[in-house]
């Protein structure tokens, strides 16, 4: 299976999704999405971008995927992890560490807030059946 036939599947399976849903999504036929899956057939940039988007991704990974543009030419550097095997137990205890206290320092997230409204402008809910009426205060010119 090609990388961009890889990609497609990987990100269906991530997100519960049949060909036919990403076909739907996307505009793109369902057999078109499966000679990509099956038979390595090279998409275009237009339906990349239409891929990218339907899975929410960013254009450039799906770019990279479909072997439209290399990592050298989009700039990026390769990341090279090292193998936890390799590493001594107080290398990797000392990375644990930086880490833990990584996480420490950032932030607790904050939870949302509710719109607070002074009584006379909280928004008033429209019965069903009623005109709709502009509550800004403004009128219409000449009028």
Do not use: C
């Not at 036929?29 to 929410?56: C, H, Q, T, Y």
């Not at 402008?121 to 009623?130: L, N």
């Amino acid at each position: 299976m090609s990388r961009w036939g890889s990609f497609i599947s990987s990100h269906l399976a991530t997100n519960g999704w049949s060909q036919n849903r990403l076909a739907k999504d996307t505009g793109i036929n369902a057999s078109v999405i499966s000679r990509w899956i099956n038979d390595g057939m090279e998409p275009g940039v237009k339906s990349i971008r239409l891929v990218a988007e339907a899975f929410g991704v960013p254009v450039t990974r799906a770019l990279l995927a479909a072997g439209a543009v290399t990592a050298d030419e989009l700039g990026i550097l390769p990341v090279v992890a090292p193998d936890p095997d390799l590493l001594t137990d107080d290398e990797l205890v000392r990375q644990l560490d930086r880490r833990l206290r990584q996480r420490q320092a950032e932030p607790a997230p904050l939870p949302p807030l509710e719109p607070i409204y002074p009584p006379e402008e909280k928004p008033r809910q429209r019965t069903p059946g009623t005109p709709f009426r502009a509550s800004s205060g403004l009128r219409a010119p000449g009028r």
